[in-house]
């Protein structure tokens, strides 16, 4: 089962992709995208893993490459996020630049022929305006042709809104 | 108490005319200026004794550049959750059409 939940900042996207994984059984692995480099970041991921704390989820992280990716078992799979991984894949040193979008596509193919429920979680960042610089408008595509091609694969895509999941495709049914 | 949320000139305030009772608009702008988690619950549970809460989604744009701008929205969609939590209904505004996410709407 192939599960998109997307939302803008701070809708509760996490805690409801969350609550999905824990209607399934184990193993259950957190695929971490973040790249730490302040203490912003830091803060960010340590509010993560007090939520995950006590949900028995193997955290592996994967700021890069995902397609390189091997799984230890098959089980759940929580990806949280693609707007992370997009932007690391496309400005790091060793991303995979233009080839970005094709690149985490590639990951996600895998990942779901890897598991037996994969969530993943993105980002709803396309509705503060349509024109944007090279560098942002350039993110900003890569991360919609994964949006848009996952959710086109997806078994279920759901919006958070206030914490509410509102779904577009399938329904709740892990 | 409803909870109405929605873009910007969505329809939030027509919408809520067709209720009875108080109304406070604009609480994402409230959200911003609170320094911990702490207040946002206070403020989220003032915020519930009105009949109508009315906030502007801000959380959909490209990840702000300045700090205090990311902050400031993180806690408005944090405040939004909480408030639906709390709401007996929760409508999302598109383009002046009301979608119901919780609950029922109450009596005109």
Redo the contacts between chains.
Sequence with gaps: MLTLVLGGAASGKSAYAESLVLKTGLPRYYLATMQVWDAECAARVEKHRKMRAQKQFETLECPLHLDRLALPGRGTVLLEDLGNLVANELYSPGGAGKHTAEAVLTGLERLAAGCDNLIVVSNEVFSGGADYAGDTDQYLLALAQVNNAFAARADNVCRVVCGLPVYYKGGEKL | MM?I?G?LYSGKRTFARNFRGSVIADVQDAAAETQTPEQLETLARELAEYDIVIAT???????PMD?EE?AG??????L??L???RADC?V?MFCGIP?V??GELPQC
């Excluded at chain 2, 989604?57 to 990840?63: L, Q």
């Excluded at chain 2, 929205?73 to 944090?78: D, H, L, Q, Y």
Aim: aromatic share 4%; glycine share 14%; net charge positive.
């Design positions: 909870f949320t873009p989604e801000v959380g959909g744009g490209v990840v700090a990311r929205r993180e806690a408005a969609g944090r939004a959750c408030l639906a939590e929760v999302q979608t996410l919780k």
